[in-house]
């Protein structure tokens, strides 16, 4: 399968994940309301970064040494029992610190939630791994859709029913668990023969996992820090309301990274087949390719935030729309990271950990100083600024710490025809969004949204093909079928 096709099962694959997110977290801000979701979101937070001390890294470092072919059956089995291990411990210290975590997430079940949130989320993630390190990316995207789906439909009936938070819980739970289930059988039936414990070189395989984990665990942090740590912290300063109203914000302003993100899963592997070939050349080539197509979403989804962004999140609510600055600031805050993470994946592909390490300890150091200082000199809103700032200095850092190693060659073309394209179709939204508001030809924020939202991307896409040569056959190239040349 074409690295292309590949991509394009992840973004698929993600574009069900997270319309699907959007669709139930609208119903359920309309039925729970802000201050349980600012719950549900610290305690997703939270397990966040429990799951960073359960796997220490390990979950890319079982995806590394499983893509490099050697005995990849002995790596996943050798990483998972060292991860259920870790669970282990992680669940016994949340048990006897019950009172410390109950009194931060304020609510009685705060522990044991916790407990099933991390042991689920864990098999997940290993699974995940491991179908990874099998370059089976595309069989990974497909089981986190059906996740998606599964969680969607538990959580919406368990709310629907009157159960709250314990029915947002219970549902992400029960899905991960039936996911991880399938997936494992999938990989056992990938292996065909799984050596027996006593088969397996076990001291051999833990030192190279941990040659790999002891530099990667910090790009594990460096994610969640990404998408946890504001929330964390916002946790010791304001109500959960805001929290949750941050947490829609940044729910909205991750959905724009799927494309991003779908290449970058599907980069990795081949990234790090081409450094056993020494073909630095490709790698470069790869590398570029992903830098052109990293904001080809994240671009026009930044110009149609600041234009519809308080109508988007009205739709939750009106107590909602005070996120709108909170909203924008995290979408550019999305497009730094998007491009950062292409150079930062590069760098595990390339079996260089220890320059990831030093690039997001940048990031995460800046990132929790910036937001302790500014959340507590500005409020809430310092928590979006911090994340900008912290993925402009790290992303800055990526570059120099890349092109040292690798010719980065940065399209500046293509990315220059998205902000063009995106500019027309600002101009296009703005011009008939002031004639609804004007005129209330409509006057129903939601079919507005979704109409002006779907005309947007129309103009857009539309403009691209037309004046990007490059973009036009790359979606030619990558569709199932054969497609004539313009």
Known sequence: ???????????????????????????????????????????????????????AGLSPAITKRMSEGEAPAEYFQVGLGVITVGTGVITCLLLLFSKQVTDYITHPYSTYFLVILVISGTAMTTVRSGLSGTR??????????????????????????????????????????????????????KFEVLPSPSQVNTRERLVSIYSFAKYSWLGSLKSKTNNYADILILGLFVPSNLIGVYAIAWNIASFLTILGSAIEATLFPEFSQLENKDDYTEIANLLERSLQYTGLFVIPGLFGGILLGDRILRLYGSDFVVGFEVLVLLIVAVLIYDYQKQLTGVLQGINRPDIDFRVNGTFIISNIILNFILIQQIGWRGAAIATVLSSGISL??????????????????????????????????????????????IDHNASVVFGLVLIGATIYMGTLIIISDETRQTIFDNLPINQPRW
């Open 396 to 441: 800055a850092y990526a570059y120099y710490a890349v092109s040292k190693i690798l010719t980065v060659n940065i399209p500046v073309k293509e990315i220059g025809v998205q902000i063009g394209a995106s500019i027309i179709m600002a101009i296009t939204v703005f011009f008939l969004e002031a004639v609804e508001t004007t005129h209330r030809v």
């Open 1 to 55: 399968m074409r690295i292309g096709q590949t991509s394009a099962i992840q973004f698929l694959s993600k574009i069900v994940t997270s319309a699907g997110g959007f669709l139930s977290t609208l119903y359920f801000a309309r039925v729970v309301g802000s201050d349980t979701l600012g719950i549900y979101f610290l305690l997703l937070s939270s397990v966040g970064w429990l799951s960073v001390l359960v796997e």
């Open 136 to 189: 089976n990316v595309h069989i990974s995207g497909i089981l986190t859709s059906i996740q998606s789906v599964a969680r969607i439909i538990l959580q919406v009936a368990a709310v629907s029913i009157g159960l709250g938070l314990s029915g947002l819980v219970f549902g992400w739970v029960l899905s991960s668990l039936a996911v991880a289930a399938v997936g494992f059988v999938y990989l056992v039936i």
